[in-house]
């Protein structure tokens, strides 16, 4: 076994979040007076936590006062409603029961609100993810591998067999950051030349693809 411990990004790569996401988002922006957003444009909002999502979809030169309730409105819908169109993508229940029966230990880190990272690995992975972590006042978003080495620490991982796989740049240098390898995954919300660009260790297309790098690579 090449890879002993595997750690996912959650938002583009274990789950399609995109829908409840973008529904919410523009909940609040229409409630505000502010213009709303296609979801394939709050897709390029995604990856670097909650209050860029927020200031990506506001409109230029609007107030502190505008983005902070508006962020605060946002976590409040998107808590009662993060669960109405999101579902696991394509395969990753397979592979993650195929992980665990390798032995493989496994966690996910993002940078989505703590709480809500832990409800959405309990609902849709159960006990097939040993640890949920998420921003929080003592772990800083991605790219900071806070979230990463705390994973780690809790699953008695070590740096060289320990893989993290994303869907973005942002994971690619959060995985650098740690010390680690990682997989890009094209299936989320970026393209496979933005993870090229960041010159991921790997780059995957389906999810099966990653039980061959943590067995053989």
Request: contains cysteine.
């Amino acid at each position: 076994m090449v890879y002993a411990t595997v750690i996912f990004d959650l938002d583009g790569t274990l789950l399609n979040t995109l829908d409840d996401l973008a529904d919410s988002l523009n909940y609040v922006l229409e409630e505000n007076g502010f213009p709303t957003h296609s979801a394939w444009e709050v897709r390029s909002f995604l990856g670097s936590g909650v209050r860029f999502l927020i200031t990506s979809a506001l409109p230029k030169g609007v107030s502190e006062v505008d983005v902070e309730r508006c962020l605060s409105e946002f976590k409040a819908r998107y808590a009662q409603h993060l669960q109405d169109k999101t579902r696991p993508y394509d395969g990753i229940l397979p592979l993650l029961e195929a992980l665990s029966g390798l032995g493989v230990r496994t966690a996910i880190v993002s940078n989505k609100f703590d709480q809500a990272v832990k409800l959405l690995s309990g609902k849709y992975f159960g006990g097939l993810v040993e640890s949920a972590v998420g921003e929080s006042e003592t772990v800083r978003r991605k790219p900071s591998p806070d979230g990463v080495l705390t994973a780690m620490q809790e699953l008695s991982g070590k740096p060289e067999t320990t893989l993290y796989v994303g869907d973005s740049e942002i994971d690619v240098e959060t995985a650098k950051n740690a010390g680690i390898k990682c997989a890009g995954v094209t299936w989320g919300f970026r393209d496979r030349d933005v993870l090229a660009e960041a010159r991921a260790d790997y780059i995957i297309d389906h999810p099966e693809e990653l039980l061959d790098i943590v067995k053989n690579r």
